[in-house]
């Protein structure tokens, strides 16, 4: 039997302790909640169901049809990097809330042959040919004071079609016509739209409608064209098809990353950014590539925790963990008043460090070094007062002496494992899709700051600050866990909660991901020098009790319950004695984790 005992004794080798959240409930004990939630027979009452359990593969992703496609490729003998590229394709079909081949994508690969983290970053860059002044005039054209969310002028080169190639080539197995066949077939047969996708993409067409009233979108036929039906986006259930992407797909599957890079398909995109005003040229498209970097990590309480590193966001995560492990989170308790508390003013901390430091590598020296030092994060820990909120905090010295997202992550009967993200980043993304292509262009250089002094400006052919960022704990140097979290500043916040929900309680991975999360908004942001001076608001969902958020607010926090956003969560634990995978996907999106 592989339940509660059995998370128990793989916990137990990597010095994990269980608590009660597992404890069956006897019919004596039972009382009314009133919330028309029925009652589970084991586990935690409050988990939405058992983590999926399998030897010879496992896929978590935030849609089904991507989970299956996932299953079908490994049964044909690909590896976890061949079926999460095909979940990848099928997501950008079947998800396009979050994600496509028009955006960026970060991941991270357990290898079992070298027994070795590999990260790749395969995020696109900005214009080289459109300098900071440049940007700055269309912007003041354009009658605004910011680089908008929609429209030309966020777009930067896609890197998620690179980003497949690059792991195809070093990890794959089966030719990439195979592990694109499965999006290919959903783009030119269909399929039936998801609840909460379906309410995103009614959620998004009037705000596209509006931007381009405003003149911030400068066309908005395509995106009519490729996404609505009838003139409206799609309701759940409705059969949703998109030919002009099928016809993209198979472009690849037959040309190779050079069709989308430097081919026929890098004409369309040209000519239409071109024919907008847009600065992106034939050569961006052809000097994009991805990048092999090492993952970077901290050790939390025995357990490596594991991000990559900027121009993205991970190590902020790291930096809020060696905060953390100053306190005694167990005997907190989970969501207690102590535990938020805390959580919230390390994030604080943390995300002054992220707006002064995290940048393009290649363009400004990150001290990542000192920022993850255990000495820094103690100087940092001293600064948090446990009976009163800090409504204003500075960045720290380290040199001692913001989106819509899809994460979903693989595993092979091998050991393989796959930590992907991969988004559009704000809302569907820019708006714009290329003349017949059926796939919207991120608009991640939105993140960019307008001030040349800042780490994160504007500057040609430079890559912005990134939100998205994949995860992976290890555990004596063997695999572990696999695992993420999307949406935006809420990911850091977000991995956070995983690593202090499996390692300080206990939970197993889907209790992990169905607690109840909180959510700290207001801190200064990477793309503005406007300083936070209020403390922010910190969120909770439903599930936090009335009587911690009263006693939150006692201690000076703006504290309101909210619907989101909290993230979208999957996760694959590997079992260290068996082999055998504990798969786990967010209650809160449309997904499913399955193995076989």
């Not at 028009?102 to 995020?123: E, H, M, Q, R």
């Not at 002064?356 to 290649?362: G, I, L, N, Q, T």
């Not at 995983?498 to 909180?518: C, H, K, L, P, T």
């Amino acid at each position: 039997m592989i339940g509660k005992a059995r998370l128990l004794a793989a916990l137990a080798v990597f010095g994990g302790v269980m608590i009660g959240f597992g404890d069956s409930i006897k019919a004596d004990d039972l009382v009314a909640r009133g919330d028309n939630r029925g009652t589970r027979i084991n586990g935690a009452d409050w988990a939405t169901r058992s983590p999926a359990l399998a030897t010879n593969g496992m896929a978590a992703t935030s849609q089904p049809l991507a989970t299956q496609a996932a299953l079908d490729v490994l049964k044909a003998g690909g590896t976890a990097v061949d079926a999460a590229i095909a979940a990848n394709a099928v997501l950008g079909l079947v998800e396009p809330t979050g994600n496509g081949m028009g955006g960026d994508l970060f991941a991270i690969v357990w290898d079992p042959k070298t027994k070795k983290l590999y990260g790749l970053n395969a995020s696109g860059h900005s214009p080289k040919g459109q300098t900071l002044d440049d940007l700055k005039a269309k912007v003041k054209a354009k009658g605004l004071d910011a680089i908008p969310g929609w429209g030309v002028l966020p777009v930067t080169v896609p890197g998620t079609v690179d980003g497949w190639f690059t792991l195809h080539g070093k990890f794959g197995k089966l030719p990439m016509k195979d592990n694109l066949a499965p999006a290919i077939h959903y783009a030119r047969e269909g399929y039936p739209v998801t609840q909460l996708i379906s309410y995103y993409m009614q959620r998004s067409q009037p705000m596209f409608e509006a931007k381009f009233k405003d003149g911030v979108l400068e066309e908005i036929d395509n995106y009519r064209k490729t996404y609505l039906i009838d003139g409206k986006a799609p309701a759940e259930g409705q059969i949703f098809k998109n030919p002009d992407l099928a016809n993209t797909f198979e472009a690849i599957a037959e040309g190779g990353r050079d069709a989308f890079y430097n081919g026929p398909l890098t004409d369309t995109m040209v000519a239409y950014f071109k024919r907008l005003g847009g600065a992106l040229t034939k050569e961006d498209f052809a000097s994009q590539h991805a990048d092999w970097v090492e993952p970077t990590s901290t050790n939390y309480r025995g357990y490596d925790v594991w991000e990559l590193p900027p121009n993205g966001q991970g190590i902020a995560v790291l930096q809020m963990l060696n905060i953390l492990e100053g306190y005694d989170l167990k005997a907190m308790g989970h969501n207690s008043v102590d535990y938020l508390h805390v959580m919230a003013e390390a994030k604080k901390l943390v995300y002054e460090d992220r707006a002064r430091f995290y940048a393009d590598p290649k363009f400004v020296d990150v001290p990542v070094e000192g920022l993850l030092s255990k000495a820094y994060a103690k100087k940092r820990r001293a600064l948090i007062d446990m009976k009163k909120a800090a409504k204003e905090v500075d960045p720290g010295d380290p040199i001692l002496g913001h989106g819509d997202t899809i994460y979903m992550t693989v595993a092979d009967k091998d050991g393989m494992m796959v930590s992907l993200i991969q988004s559009n980043f704000r809302g569907m993304g820019s708006g714009l899709v290329a003349d017949g292509l059926g796939f919207m262009f991120q608009d991640r250089g939105e993140q960019f700051a307008l001030d040349a002094s800042h780490p994160n400006a504007y500057a040609p052919g430079k890559r912005p600050f990134h939100t998205i960022i994949p995860a992976f704990m290890t555990k004596d140097g063997k695999p572990l866990l696999s695992f993420g979290l999307m949406g935006g500043d809420m990911q850091p916040q977000g991995h956070v909660q995983i690593v202090a929900n499996i390692v300080d309680f206990g939970m197993n991975v889907q209790e992990a991901g169905d607690a109840a999360r909180y959510y700290h908004t207001g801190s200064t942001e990477p793309d503005v020098l406007k300083r936070m001076t209020d403390g922010g608001e910190l969120q909770l969902e439903t599930g936090v009790p009335q009587a911690v958020a009263d006693a939150l607010r006692a201690r000076g926090h703006a504290v309101s319950y909210s619907k989101g956003p909290y993230g979208g969560y999957q996760a694959i634990l590997r079992d260290p004695e068996t082999g055998v995978y504990w798969g786990a996907s967010e209650m809160r999106k449309d997904g499913m984790a399955a193995g076989y």
